[in-house]
């Protein structure tokens, strides 16, 4: 206030000295432009120019205040084009999750003409035609994805791959995720197809980088390519040891990756060092019975190991056998004969079959029926 009134007491000065001014000398202006003339006062000119300044001034504040205006307006519009479109986009996600597919593509494709990230709406959009059963529409949308946003052609790469696993299309699947970076998604997505096609050989070469990405079902997978691969025909025994021997320890160390790696090679030699290094480790039945019955080449050395072994585990029956048939293959039949017995009473049914074999070949066939009828009742195969 105090501001307002010293501000008025200057312009009442200003003002009446100015007429002072004007009242003494009115002054003389002549303006003359192209044959014409105007004759003024000095102070009506210079009341006129000021005049013309500050109606100029406000003329243009006028247009900016308008300007103003509009831009105001269309920024108010955009807002609630934006506000609306997100709304749209929420609840078509919604009706998505819901699995009303029809009211869920209305919305999506709606919301999506304003959305900041419409290639969202347009992958959610293509999800509800593929649920429908429309793979025209499906493909369309998600072209207007990637349209909309070139920078998501990996997350467009992964729903189409996603969609054709999810739809059992698993070669299609593979081959979309192939021509995509490896992250986690795109490589349990490409681990799901393999498995799916049976690939286990590119299964296995897939091993390392599902690790990498840390993949929680690897172990068991791991495990399972292996007794796969390990079942191949086209592949040699010198190549299934190879690869039993470059696999990890938790492989090398399970029982079933084991009893395949016996049932299907036949390389005597290899397989006798392997099994002798799984059972200083880890004692497994099954696996002393394979030892016994891997072949003859190797039976002295085997036959030492499952002596040195005999102290710590003599009251298995699977030692027992172990022995008799170790015995036995090197001519030694009543050492085997003993060894069986003792199996036998320990529960043994290859002992106890083995022994009826025995006796069968000694002549003795009544005792050998006796041990025939165990096994058959045991359902020893």
Known sequence: MKRTMIFLLVIIALAAWLGT??????????????????QSGLWVMLALVTAAIF??????????????????????SQTRKKSRSTNQTGRGLIYLQEGNYARAEKFLVSGAQHH???AVNYLAAAKTAEARGDPEKRE????????????????????????????????????????LPQNQKSLIIKRKALFALNEWESLQALMPALKKVG????????????????????????????????????????????????????????????LRQYLNSTWQA??????????PA?????????????????????????????????GKQDEAQIAYQRGVELGSRQATKSLANLLAFKGDFEKSNEYYRTVIDSHVP
């Open 140 to 179: 369309s949308y998600l072209r207007l994805a990637l349209s909309a946003d070139p920078q998501a052609s990996l997350a467009v790469g992964v729903a189409a791959a996603e969609m054709a696993l999810d739809r059992g299309d698993y070669q299609q699947a593979l081959d979309l995720v192939n021509d």
């Open 55 to 76: 109606a100029i001034y406000y003329t243009i504040r006028l247009f900016a205040v308008g300007f103003s205006m509009t831009g105001k307006v269309q920024h108010w």
């Open 116 to 118: 900041d990230v419409s």
């Open 298 to 330: 190797t039976a002295q050395r085997r036959l030492k190991a499952a002596n040195k072994w005999f102290k710590g585990h003599d009251n298995d029956g699977a030692m027992y056998y172990c022995i008799g048939k170790l015995n036995e293959s090197l």
């Open 215 to 274: 993949d929680a079902d690897v172990d068991g997978l791991e495990r399972d390519v292996m007794i796969q691969v390990l079942r191949l025909h086209h592949k040699t025994s010198v190549e299934k040891l190879k690869l039993y021997k470059k696999a990890s320890a938790l492989i090398r160390s399970d029982l079933n990756v084991v009893l395949e790696l016996v049932k299907w090679t036949n390389d005597e030699n290899e397989l006798e060092p392997l």
């Open 286 to 295: 099954p696996v002393v019975e394979k030892y016994a019955d891997i072949g």
């Open 21 to 38: 001014l004007a009242a003494k000398d009115p002054g003389y202006v002549l303006v003359s432009y192209d044959g014409a003339t105007l």
